[in-house]
């Protein structure tokens, strides 16, 4: 991978091509590899290097857009003359677009030479250690295993130079046995702290219960969502709720409720790359600096997250979450999501559970109606009965149509254990909750 | 910036590297295939008559698949220069070898015959001949009639592609292919307190696609059903919520599009059967033991899959592991009659692969995946279709989409329901969602109508793999009726 100072020079070789006209490019590159493995053997093992370069022309507010994903400085000069020409023609914006000042970075990414350099020989070997400790139970186990580096450059013609490099691994597997299943994701920026042997344990430990399957009525839950089930929740809300540019167009539940208290005093949700628990992004895809947005504080709606150009666009503040050029036309996302721990214990939130319902995982979540945040899914490996303050049963799999809303209004639990999962962007840092608000609409024979 | 002379291939020359590639894997490898692809694209995005994105992009790479000791590796990069693809081949080995280290059994695929082949979309307007000022006057255009009343945001949009792809492999076939692909659509959102509805044309979800050159996008009219979709929209913001309980409704084209894309398309997978997709999206409810056993659904439902059809999203010459593309029954007067297969998964049945197993592009790897899946039209006209409904619901166009990881129960809404009471269609509802579980409700068909409602949709947003795939695939479909199906409302 090439380090700062080409990318520097790149900036400086490349700025005179431009012939005085405003440019913003973000460059994107990444060695991944991914190990799959299905029913104990590895099935699928790839990897991939590749770079993306994208160029922004600014000709008077007349803005075109070109990608490659490629050095060679002939295609590279004719992309950038291409865009050049393409942006005289363009209609003109219906707001003035102006570039980000050179700008502070308070954060940077994680990065572990070891996920860097970690090779296929030791995907297998991490892969072979839980194959065999689940195996020894029966059951057999499928999954993934990514290793990965990923670069990002921002710049513009303003002088913006913003450069990060961070790793990740990404880990997730199901380990199955008739009808006894149970699941597991992990992602981190070093893979010194995958711990096989824990997650084998929890795995397992989910699976042996998940056994003998009983069906439920439909109906309104107490329910115990898990940090993974939390994280698909959260998401979920970042992409169709706290969306500024949604907000802004009155599509979103957050339009006009901007400062009223909807939920209990204990819900706190932000996007926050200074949380200790995620794999924070310095800077959005403009250069503009992350930084912590309150989404909900204290149970009161405060906003949402805004992209550049809907700041623009609508005269407010850019929060630091522009997604990539030829994703724009989204609005924006919330990076890294945070839900603040509460100050129970999960063992607490069982015992005081008089009949209910814990849930492990969502499986196909899809947004119903975006006004009140109504989602639909299913639950999946490992949905337990509470009664009596005990898990009783594993329960057969519920379809449920609940709004977040509602979910959050009914929040009366929150565990101090948090745990960080994979998100729609960056991962989302959750704990347990329980909520005595949860739909499920319909059941499943299995 | 790098330059020719630091030893990046020209585009003319890359088949002739691609072969020494081959030729220094041949002694290391029981097989090995290199898939060169190089994708031109341009996407024009318009709000509310003012241009939010125009960008064109090229993406090219070189992706290198290899059996050794009966395992899989595959490495990919953008590098083009002739000695990072000889990198690449050799990591795609030393992947191989571990991968080997945790197997089962010996990867084995089914017999294929040697191809040396090309193919070419059939166009009549290549997509990149038009001007973009034309192509952006219509969106402003159309985008701008939309803006009546509560409608206060309208989008439009097109995208245009442009894939070459050489595929070559130690078994001798050298195929060459370029596929073009044209699509768009437009929606128009009424904004109200507190509400808001959104009407798509033609269809839902960035509208459709297909592999056609312009005259697919000409075709489809946008300006002239402009203002039809805004009054819809308009419409539907004051409507009633749709009514719940058990009835009969009629799928429009574009809603049983995605109907039979999540609950046949994705279950006849034979990867998913197989559980290689179990940690992600799941397995499926059409286990081995059911094939040629199990009734999917009525008498009247046959489903193909058929990649040679003109036009549609998911038709190509040979698919990424240089087998042709073909026409299977996977339904057959309702029984479960076959599966989409890559080579390696049908060598497990005994069969040869019905050529289902396709890349995104040269960074992934081919894996079981849709082509276009129909159902085939029947023999009704749509006002029969409906005429033979004393009450219920007609339901098109996508707005929500979930269903279980074996591919049973399933939850879908609509951006528009109309009520059908004594065989004529009435008022609009809003908000209309149904459910049911798959092979129930295709149990439940008792009518489709005929060839001249049938229409291929282009779907350009289907997930799958690690990492995640997104391919372009089709659906014919014309309005079908189901018996007896719940349906509800989203608050």
């Not at chain 1, 895809?285 to 906003?303: E, H, M, S, T």
């Not at chain 2, 693809?85 to 990867?107: C, G, P, R, T, Y």
Request: net charge neutral.
């Amino acid at each position: 991978m090439k380090d700062i100072f080409f990318w520097k020079n790149f900036i400086e070789k490349v700025k005179k091509n431009f012939k005085g006209l405003d440019f913003e490019m973000v460059a994107m590159e990444n060695n991944n590899e991914l190990t799959r493995f299905a029913q104990s053997y590895i099935h699928q093992n790839v990897a991939e290097t590749n770079l993306n370069l994208t160029f922004k022309v600014i000709n008077k507010d007349k803005i075109s857009i070109v990608k490659l994903n490629s050095l060679d400085e002939s295609e590279l000069l004719k992309s950038i003359k291409r865009a050049i020409q393409l942006s005289k023609i363009m209609p003109e914006l219906d707001y003035h677009y102006c570039l980000v000042k050179p700008q502070v970075y308070k954060v940077k990414g994680k990065y572990s030479e070891k996920t860097e350099n970690f090779t296929p020989l030791e995907r297998a070997q991490k892969i072979i250690q839980l194959i065999e400790r689940v195996n020894q139970k029966g059951y057999e186990a499928s999954g993934a295993l990514e290793t990965g580096m990923e670069t990002i450059i921002v710049a513009n013609s303003e002088g913006v130079f913003a450069f990060d490099r961070e790793t990740k691994v990404d880990f997730n597997s199901v380990i199955t046995k008739d009808n006894s299943t149970a699941y597991h994701s992990f992602i981190n920026s070093d893979v010194n702290h995958l711990d096989i042997e824990r997650i084998s344990d929890e795995l397992l430990y989910t699976a042996l219960r998940n056994v003998d399957q009983v069906e439920i009525e439909p109906g309104i839950y107490t329910v115990i969502l898990s940090p993974e089930a939390v994280a698909e929740i959260l998401s979920e809300a970042g992409y169709a709720g706290f969306d500024g540019k949604l907000i802004m167009e009155g599509k979103s539940f957050v339009s006009g409720k901007q400062g009223e208290k909807l939920f209990p005093k204990s819900i706190t949700i932000a996007d926050d790359p200074f949380e200790k628990l995620t794999m924070p992004i310095p800077f959005d895809f403009v250069g503009y600096p992350r930084k912590r947005i309150d989404l909900i504080k204290d149970g009161v709606i405060i906003n949402g997250v805004y992209d550049h150009l809907t700041a623009l666009k609508y005269n407010m503040e850019c929060t630091g979450n522009t997604l990539p050029p030829e994703s724009a036309s989204m609005g924006a996302l919330s990076f890294n999501i945070v839900m603040k721990q509460g100050k129970d214990q999960l063992e607490d939130m069982i015992l005081n559970t008089k009949k209910g319902v814990y849930i492990n995982r969502f499986h196909y979540v899809n947004v119903l109606d975006p006004m009140n945040l109504e989602l639909t899914g299913m639950t999946r490996d490992g949905t337990f009965l509470i009664e009596n303050g005990k898990i009783t049963k594993a329960i057969k799999n519920m379809r449920f149509n609940s709004s977040v809303v509602d979910l959050l209004k009914g929040v009366d639990m929150i565990s101090r254990e948090r745990h960080t999962k994979p998100g729609f962007v960056g991962p989302v840092v959750a704990p347990y909750l329980r909520t005595n608000n949860f739909t499920f609409s319909s059941k499943t024979n299995f | 910036m790098q330059n020719n002379e630091e030893g990046v291939i020209s585009i003319c020359n890359m088949k002739g590297i691609l072969k020494n590639i081959l030729d220094y894997l041949d002694s290391k490898v029981d097989y090995a295939d290199i898939r060169f692809v190089e994708t031109d694209r341009e996407k024009i995005e318009v709000e509310n008559g003012i241009l939010s994105t125009y960008s064109i992009s090229k993406d090219r790479g070189t992706g290198i698949r290899v059996l050794v000791n009966g395992a899989w590796g595959f490495a990919s990069s953008n590098d083009l220069r002739k000695e990072a693809l000889f990198k690449i081949a050799a990591k795609a080995v030393n992947i191989a070898m571990a991968s080997a280290m945790v197997k089962k059994e010996d990867i084995k695929l089914a017999p294929e015959d040697k191809h040396i082949a090309s193919y070419i979309t059939p166009i009549i307007k290549d997509p990149f001949k038009i001007s973009s000022t034309e192509k952006i006057e219509l969106l402003i255009q159309t985008t701008n009639l939309m803006l009546k009343d509560k409608v206060k945001k309208s989008e439009g949009s097109l995208d245009f592609s442009k894939t070459h792809k050489w595929f070559l492999s130690t078994e001798g076939s050298e195929i060459e292919q370029t596929i073009f692909e044209s699509g768009g659509g437009i929606a128009a959102y009424a904004i109200g307190e507190g509400d808001f509805q959104k009407r798509s044309y033609p269809s839902s979800f960035g509208g459709d696609y297909a592999t056609s050159g312009y005259e697919f996008i000409e075709k489809m009219r946008l300006l002239e059903n402009a203002e039809r979709i805004a009054g819809e929209a308009n419409e539907l913001l004051v409507a009633p919520l749709c009514p719940e309980g058990e009835m009969d409704i009629v799928l429009g084209g574009s809603q049983l599009a995605l109907q039979v894309h999540e609950s046949c398309g994705h279950p006849v997978e034979l990867d998913r059967v197989l559980g290689k997709e179990l940690s992600y999206a799941g397995g499926s409810f059409l286990t081995l033991n059911k094939l040629n056993h199990f009734t999917y659904g009525s008498p009247l439902v046959t489903i193909t899959a058929d990649a040679t059809l003109a036009g549609g999203l998911g038709t190509f010459g040979y698919d990424d592991e240089g087998v042709p593309a073909s026409k299977s029954f996977l339904v057959n007067k309702g029984k479960f009659t076959g599966y989409l297969t890559s080579r390696e998964d049908a060598f497990k049945l005994g069969l040869p692969s019905n050529g289902a197993a396709r890349a995104e592009s040269w960074n992934r790897i081919p894996l079981v995946r849709m082509t276009n899946i129909n159902l085939l039209p029947g023999n009704l006209e749509l006002d029969k279709l409906i005429g033979d409904i004393k009450e219920g619901l007609y339901l098109d166009f996508n707005k929500s989409w979930s269903i279980d990881d074996k591919r049973l129960n399933f939850q879908f809404s609509t951006e528009i329901a109309r009520e059908i009471k004594n065989g004529q269609l009435g008022k609009i509802y809003k908000n209309a969602v149904y459910h049911g579980i798959t092979p129930e409700f295709w149990s439940s068909c008792d009518g489709i109508s005929k060839e001249k409602y049938w229409h291929i949709w282009g779907v350009p947003n289907c997930g799958k793999g690690q990492p995640e795939q997104t391919m372009h695939v089709g659906h014919g479909t014309s309005p079908a009726r189901f018996r007896k199906i719940k349906v509800g409302t989203s608050k």
